[in-house]
């Protein structure tokens, strides 16, 4: 007889939470992590997005709603948190391995590139 190969748990569908349609991440905020995999959907004032998340996302960080190029700004709350410093694929997480923030940041107001 074949052997049968377990059957993979279906993945959860978690939610992440978003103010503005302009936000391009989600904050984690319910009470289990994100699994890479997991179907992810978003609460706010924004619910109309769906996504599978592509990495382990721990609560409190962010993840990719749509793509955002190197370059680009993370906006989160219909904010500018910082800048993109790699390419990020939508459902990726979102945090200092590929963001420079721009908060507290003395230097980039001087030059007026962030508003305070």
């Not at 978003?18 to 924004?46: H, P, S």
Request: charged share 30%; proline share 5%.
């Amino acid at each position: 007889m074949p052997e049968r190969k377990p059957r993979k748990a279906p993945r959860t569908v978690k939610t992440v939470f978003v103010i503005e349609a302009d936000d391009n991440v989600g904050t984690a905020v319910g009470e289990e992590l994100i699994r890479k995999g997991d179907t992810v959907t978003t609460a706010g004032r924004v619910t109309d997005v769906t996504l599978k998340a592509l990495a382990d996302i721990p609560y409190g960080h962010k993840i990719a709603l749509r793509p955002i190029r190197k370059g680009q700004p993370v906006i989160k709350y219909g904010l500018s948190i910082g800048t993109a410093t790699a390419n990020i694929k939508a459902g990726d997480h979102v945090h200092i391995h590929n963001v420079e923030s721009n908060r507290g940041r003395g230097d980039l107001t001087a030059k007026g590139k962030v508003k305070t």
